[in-house]
């Protein structure tokens, strides 16, 4: 793997890795899932692929976050506040 | 004005988790359990950070009261842009009977030792629900308050808050320094991700003792039982409406 290249991509890992604690279908179900999704690729050389790939996964995390705070605001709202008509 | 601004955060049960009570009925079940910071309070950071952000106030401190694992939930407010943290150790007994009354006590203290233009709170927190803190500490201090804002905007040195109210909106303009309590509709929190909460391990927390504030943390309150809520009962199915009616009249309902 390129050199810079593999330092993004741990990087990558790891942030999603954190970010799959809150999963709401678990923390191992993500990991398995996240690290399969890794595998599958691990023998890309092609820099260019590689950064392809690297900006799916900050894709990733982007929807996870947005994933995470629907999912609570939408909890919140249901608990404390009146439907609308 | 200091520019300087307060914001409290409670480490709760995380909202997510199904909450069981205690088989004594003296309690919910916390240990094991996992806990995160008060998804009001987080409204209440995101607004301080957008503030600063904006060049409007010049500092954010976190506040926590409660015991060593409060720490966590201040890392998380400096991982989503806190500049530096305050934990104020409350453990054991007197952490069962915290409630809003010490904690705004300990809040008017450290707003005062702080020289705070602005205290932000969430508007309740989602285990006791209480929705007092805020307008206590704002009693305890004299200063004016804007609960359940839902928008803020800082004037000079005053401060316009649109209020969530039953009949609709209502919109304030208060003078600082003041309390805020942060409403659902506020903004939308930032999530504290590991490369924010990496950065934030520099950031330094303070720890305070209850007692080098003045505060006195004895409890007005006993909790004499937590329960469950009822069972809903099954519903019963009919065929007919005449069915329908013999049933309502048999229960006495017509």
């Known amino acids: ?85 | 004005m200091s520019g300087r601004v307060l914001v409290g955060v409670k480490r709760v049960i995380d909202y997510a988790v199904k909450i069981r009570v205690k088989p004594d009925n003296s309690g919910v079940v916390t240990d094991g359990v996992k806990h995160s910071m008060n998804p009001f309070c987080e409204i209440a950071v995101e607004e301080a950070v957008k503030l600063k952000e904006k060049k409007l106030i010049k500092e954010v401190v976190a506040v926590s009261c409660g015991p060593q694992q409060s720490q966590e939930t201040i890392r998380t407010a400096l991982a989503m842009g806190a500049d530096r943290g305050i934990h104020v150790e409350v453990a054991g007994k007197d952490y069962e009977t915290l409630g809003p009354l010490q904690v705004s006590k300990i809040m008017a203290a450290l707003a005062k030792k702080e020289d705070a233009q602005l205290l932000i709170l969430g508007k309740q927190a989602i285990d006791d629900d209480c929705n007092q803190t805020g307008q206590m500490t704002a009693a305890l201090l004299d200063w004016p308050q804007g609960t359940f804002a839902s928008e803020v905007s800082l004037d000079g040195d005053k401060v316009k808050v649109v209020r969530e109210i039953d009949g609709g909106l209502e919109t304030i303009k208060i003078s600082t320094p003041a309390v805020l309590t942060a409403d659902l509709r506020l903004n939308t929190p930032r999530y504290a991700t590991l490369p924010n909460i990496m950065k934030a391990k520099k950031k330094k927390i303070a720890n305070v003792k209850p007692a080098d504030l003045g505060v006195d943390l004895t409890s007005r309150l006993e909790v004499l039982k937590v329960e469950e809520p009822p069972q809903r009962e099954a519903g019963v199915k009919v065929e007919t409406v005449e069915d329908l009616v013999g049933k309502l009249k048999e229960t006495g309902r017509i």
């Open chain 1, 1 to 85: 793997m390129a050199n810079p290249l593999k330092g993004e991509v741990i990087r990558l890992y790891k942030n999603l890795l954190y970010l799959g604690r809150e999963y709401p279908k678990g923390s191992v179900y993500f990991r398995e899932r996240l690290k399969s999704a890794f595998m599958k690729n691990k023998d890309v050389t092609d820099p260019e692929q590689i950064k392809k790939l690297v900006a799916r996964g900050d894709f990733v995390i982007k929807e996870l976050e947005a994933l995470y705070f629907l999912r609570k605001y939408r909890a919140i709202k249901k608990r404390y506040y009146e439907p609308e008509e």
